[in-house]
């Protein structure tokens, strides 16, 4: 039994031989080999015969890789079911302004910082999201490089330490290559943006008698920038208030679908003015950038909640101007790899990485003006002269008017990102005169993420809440020492340059060091075949810091500030494993193999803490096995999430329960409750005051790290079947469960949890979320704490299913294709300790109840035809999405098709032409999907070619 391949392997060999596929990791080598090697499979330190191994592994190859036609890794994850939306796919404008071009997978939507993600089996170093939050960047990897993709469902963190909550991603790179490959890619939309380009060039040379070789690779990768605004409905579908609904239960919906919106008074080009209409009740805007005054909307063309219903008579600005449905960026990569057989029993591996990474994101201009009435004397100081057509304007209403939000004549506010990353390994392996295996490895590598804003205004001489003009030492412009200035003319250069301030940005730096060894053998011979074993140490030291500029220090000028931080931990790790077949060659027993693995680990900051894992495998006969595992692991706390220096900013759309209307809106069971804890925060009348808050729309809110924090604990279990059916051949069966349930996880306290909890606390004076409330003697809020603490609870139930088949169609080629499918069974979450659990179930796109991906093959001679259906269940837009509250509360199923034809010219030469979303399905007409989160595509019809040469 000790060197039985399993019977996955042998229906399955033949298909994995030929074709592209996604393929179950209980997969070995054909029984024809007469050699038989230890190999290290992903999720185990054990270097064992077979491949089979108590987790679930899904398997993506090379072949698989290129049939996707992504030249962005992280794409292609999230379209499998195990994924979701993480960063840096189609839809990026949501990463944030200096996240422009970062990638990171989020496994079963625990989140990009609870996946593990390694290289061959290794942690490396990792670069930062603009905060500090470190995370593994994918666009660091290109895809021409990548063997294999190894994708582990469940806790590993007893194999792989911290973070491996959700599952580990292993990227598995290419070596031992012998030979020279040119290779290239281009394509674009049907639109005629979002073009991407490659070129990727590898050579491999073997030397000393093929005892060394060494792989050299350059990289280039280009993504251009695809808009909303070339995909009409992108971005530009919203919730809109219902004008029939008068509350719950009036049979209307509270928000209908908008399409065909706009802006009233954001994203403006040129001057918008607004002038009362006494005849009519309402206010006319006309646009006055040029020799006379147009008609553009009036406020009876308002829809709520600030939109703009485009008409023939009435036309607002455009929703995307600058929302991007793909941010562009570039890649440059250069590889070496070295391997050396030092003798019979040693060798040693080498490379050397260097990544750099280039991104920008365009937004909006700055903005300062409300749509308000105000006067323009007020701007009398400016000794500037009105064009007679806005003279005109202003006297039918003795000179009040109303302007726009956005300071155009700055032009668009733009993030440039540039990340690089060097990393260097070195691996020493060998095999012990007993037959043991040990490899000792260490690694070095550094990144860093610089990034720079442009066209941004010093809110000193620009403030929120007024129209005036300041100067650099805070006193009210009075023509002697500020530029002119009045808002129905265009800016001035003189103006713009004393409103904006010089560029400013940050500088990140992390730096991660790591040595370990490993051994792994055979203990001891048991009756079914023998006790392997395997043990190890690690050492890994992680620094990071982050540097920002004086200008962003200066909340007064940035409106936000952000002050430099530095930190560093080392983690010291013991792990062992064992695996031992107990029962064999029995009735319904055809081999059982218990596994244990366990790993202790000292953080600097956050102490000794304990993972485990327990497997199982059970072939129960010829072609039917099952396996578990049972696994504790846990997520230790980012230094990000520990020192993080306090910073100030702004936080809107935030209510104070202190308000009279908040208060009028309070339950009935919190409203006295409510009042009474407002008037001991020094509010004379709650029920008639009028907070500051809600004029000023937000709140001033501070975050910073908390050296506190604990180790977030997940449980992990999982049971699976396999089934190769032996009167089908090249059939193979797959289902797994999974359950995962996460406790003690790191959650900001919120803004607006903290009033709301302070608001209706027993005691204010010993309240926790009291403590984070800063008001002044009247009872108006200065600021807010937004702590992070362990007080959340995820938890994912879900089932996978996966079916393969290979059908030879002997003279007509052969068929083959898989199926992947994930069952939502649980979706949990609790933010609060103070909150109940709540099911999603189904909610929202994150939580699809169903998602799928088939992928087909067919090959003949020389060519070759992939087609790929993904597929996702819809989902209830929010946890309170009823027919009540939303005009349609469901988004559609997603569909997606896509396909790739190859053909093979010569013997070095391969063409292959491919279209993603070949239907052009979009989903633009509704404003949960329009942008295309999640499954759901917004880039429509992709075509894309490209063509590869070997010698």
């Not at 919203?238 to 009036?250: A, E, K, M, Q, V």
């Not at 939109?307 to 793909?326: C, H, K, P, V, W």
């Not at 730096?509 to 011979?525: M, N, P, R, W, Y």
Request: charged share 20%.
């Amino acid at each position: 039994m000790r060197f039985k391949n399993s019977p996955i392997t042998l229906a399955l060999i033949s298909a994995l031989t030929a074709i592209p596929t996604y393929a179950e990791e209980d997969k070995g080598q054909s029984e024809a080999n007469d050699t038989i090697d230890r190999i290290q499979v992903t999720g185990s330190r054990i270097a064992r015969i077979n491949t089979h191994t108590p987790s679930p592994v899904i398997s993506v190859d090379a072949e698989a890789v290129k049939a996707s036609g992504y030249l962005n890794i992280n794409e292609l994850l999230t379209e499998l079911p195990q994924f979701v939306f993480g960063v840096g796919t189609a839809s990026s404008n949501q990463d944030g302004f200096s996240n422009a071009g970062l990638n990171a997978a989020n496994l079963r939507n625990l989140g990009t910082e609870r996946t593990l993600t390694l290289i061959n089996g290794r942690r490396v170093v990792q670069s930062t999201y603009d905060t500090g939050e470190m995370v593994t960047d994918t666009s660091y990897i290109p895809t021409e490089l990548i063997d294999r993709i190894d994708i582990l469902t469940g806790g590993a963190a007893s194999t792989y330490g911290a973070d491996a909550v959700a599952g580990v991603v292993n990227y598995v790179m290419k070596k031992n290559y012998e030979g020279t490959k040119i290779s290239g890619q281009y394509g674009g939309s049907a639109v005629g943006d979002g073009e991407e380009s490659t070129f990727t060039i590898t050579t491999g040379h073997n030397f000393d008698d093929q005892r060394g070789n060494v792989v050299f690779s350059l990289d280039y990768y280009n993504q251009e920038r695809a808009k909303d605004s070339n995909r009409p409905g992108s971005g530009t579908t919203r919730w809109i208030n219902n004008p029939l609904s008068t509350g719950t239960g009036d049979g209307h919906s509270n928000k209908i679908v908008g399409t065909n919106l706009g802006w009233p008074d954001y994203n403006v080009v040129g001057q918008l003015m607004g002038v009362w209409d006494a005849d009519n009740d309402r206010t006319n805007y006309y646009d006055i950038s040029g020799d006379e005054a147009l008609y553009m909307y009036n406020s009876n063309d308002k829809v709520g909640p600030f939109y703009i219903q485009n008409s023939d008579s009435a036309q607002g600005y455009e929703l995307d101007t600058f929302a991007m449905t793909r941010n562009p960026f570039e890649r440059h990569t250069a590889y070496l790899l070295f391997n050396y057989e030092l003798d019979d029993n040693t060798s040693l591996t080498t490379d050397f990485r260097y990544t750099k990474v280039e991104s920008n994101l365009l937004s909006s201009p700055e903005f300062n003006y409300g749509q308000r009435f105000i006067n323009i004397n007020d701007f009398a100081q400016s000794n500037l002269v009105l064009p007679s057509h806005v003279q005109n304007l202003l006297a039918q209403d003795d000179g009040y008017f109303q302007t726009s939000v956005g300071l155009y004549e700055l032009g668009p506010r733009k993030a440039a990102v540039e990340r690089d990353l060097f990393a260097f390994s070195a691996t020493l392996e060998g095999e012990f005169e007993n037959g043991w295996v040990w490899d000792a490895y260490a690694s070095s590598g550094v990144t860093h993420n610089d990034s720079l804003f442009f066209n941004r205004t010093d809110k000193r001489r620009l403030p929120r809440n007024g129209y005036q003009t300041l100067s650099a030492s805070g006193e009210i412009c009075n023509g002697n020492n500020c530029p002119a200035f009045n808002p129905l003319l265009p800016m001035s250069q003189e103006a713009i340059d004393y409103v904006r301030v010089a560029p400013y940005g940050s500088q990140i730096k992390s730096e991660q060091h790591t040595f370990a060894f490993t051994t792994s053998g055979d203990l001891l011979e048991l009756p079914y075949g023998a006790l392997a074993f395997a043990a190890g140490a690690e050492v890994r030291r992680e620094s990071l810091e982050l540097n920002t500029d004086e200008a962003w220090q200066n909340s007064k000028i940035t409106g936000s500030s952000r002050l430099p931080w530095d930190a560093g931990r080392t983690i010291k790790e013991l792990y062992f494993e064992l695996e031992a077949p107990v029962l064999g060659d029995t009735f319904l027993v055809e081999e059982l193999v218990l596994s244990a693995a366990g790993r202790v680990s000292d953080y600097t900051y956050s102490g000794k803490h304990n993972t485990w894992k327990l497997g199982a495998t059970w072939t129960i006969i010829d072609g039917l096995a099952m396996r578990s595992t049972l696994a504790h692991t846990v997520r230790a706390p980012q230094l990000v999430e520990q020192f993080r220096a306090a910073s100030l900013g702004w936080r809107a759309n935030i209510e104070d329960p202190c308000d009279k209307l908040q208060i009028a809106n309070a339950a009935n069971s919190d409203r006295a409750k409510t009042i009474s804890n407002c008037k001991a925060f020094g509010i004379t009348d709650p029920e008639s005051w009028d907070s500051p808050t809600a004029t000023d729309g937000g709140v001033n809110s501070i975050s910073g790290g908390n050296i506190a924090l604990q180790p977030e604990k997940a449980d992990t279990l999982t049971i699976g079947v396999v089934y190769t059916p032996n009167f089908i051949d090249n059939l193979s069966l797959t289902v797994d469960y999974f359950d995962i349930d996460l406790t003690n996880a790191m959650q900001s306290t919120g803004i607006q949890n903290s009033l709301d909890k302070c608001a209706t606390a027993d005691d204010i004076n010993s309240d926790i979320y009291c403590a984070l409330v800063n008001r002044n003697s009247t009872g108006q809020i200065d600021s807010v704490l937004n702590a992070v603490v362990n007080q959340a609870l995820r938890g994912r139930r879900a089932v996978d299913f996966e079916i393969s088949y290979l059908r030879n169609l002997e003279s007509y080629g052969e068929i083959d294709f898989s199926i992947y499918v994930t069952k939502l069974i649980h979706s949990t979450s609790r933010d609060s300790i103070d909150n109940d659990e709540e099911e999603f179930r189904g909610i929202g796109t994150f939580n699809s109840n169903l998602r799928g991906r088939l992928t087909m093959t067919y090959r003949y001679e020389d060519i070759s035809i992939n087609w790929i259906t993904n597929y996702a269940e819809g989902v209830q837009v929010d946890i309170d999405g009823t027919y009540d509250l939303y005009e349609k509360p469901f988004t559609e199923d997603a569909l997606k098709h896509d396909v790739r034809i190859a053909y093979k010219a010569t013997d070095n030469t391969n063409l292959y032409f491919g279209i993603r979303n070949v239907f052009d399905k979009t989903y633009y007409d509704h404003p949960t999907t329009a942008s295309g989160l999640g499954q759901y595509d917004s880039m429509g019809r992709f075509f894309y070619g490209g063509i590869s040469y070997e010698f």
